[in-house]
């Protein structure tokens, strides 16, 4: 009988095989933009009002560390920070269409990655997978509309 490994072991280690593929690909192809900037431009194309604490709250990730990665987006001219309108203290986040352009062709990269690490894998046996992902998410309180798509 197969050993039960940890939930957190199975998750980290396929994030890991994911990642490590994703970089790969990404350094084959010369662009100047990592997994995690990429998740960044993805959100925000996919939601409107996003602010960096929402970014912050959804990645789960310290403010201060979204923000140094936010900045390093306006640098390379792939976002605009712009006053809200209704508060002034907040900033909303929009992508240039610099920034459209790479978070699409790395869309095309990662769904590329994604195709040859599910390769062998049934359509059954991925909407199964992805229904288990998101009962571990709702379980965690943790479900993103982004992620049902």
């Known amino acids: 009988m197969e050993e039960l490994k940890p939930l957190g072991y199975l998750l980290g280690r396929s994030l890991r095989v994911f990642k490590g593929q994703v970089a790969e690909e990404v350094k084959s192809m010369d662009f100047e933009l990592s997994l995690e900037q990429y998740v960044i431009l993805y959100m925000i194309n996919s939601s409107c009002d996003l602010i960096q ?38 900033k909303n ?20 990655v994604s195709r040859k690490l599910l390769s062998g894998v049934s ?20 479900v993103e509309d982004f992620l049902k798509q």
């Open 53 to 90: 604490q929402d970014l912050a709250n959804h990645l789960q990730k310290d403010k201060s560390l979204i923000v140094r990665q936010i900045d390093g987006l306006i640098e390379k001219q792939y976002l605009v920070r712009l006053t809200n309108k209704e508060d002034k203290r907040k």
């Open 93 to 112: 986040l929009i992508l240039t269409p610099a920034g459209l352009k790479m978070m699409n062709q790395m869309t095309e990269l990662v769904m590329m």
């Open 123 to 142: 359509d059954s046996d991925y909407a199964t997978f992805r229904s288990v992902l998101n009962k571990i998410q709702e379980n965690g309180g943790s």
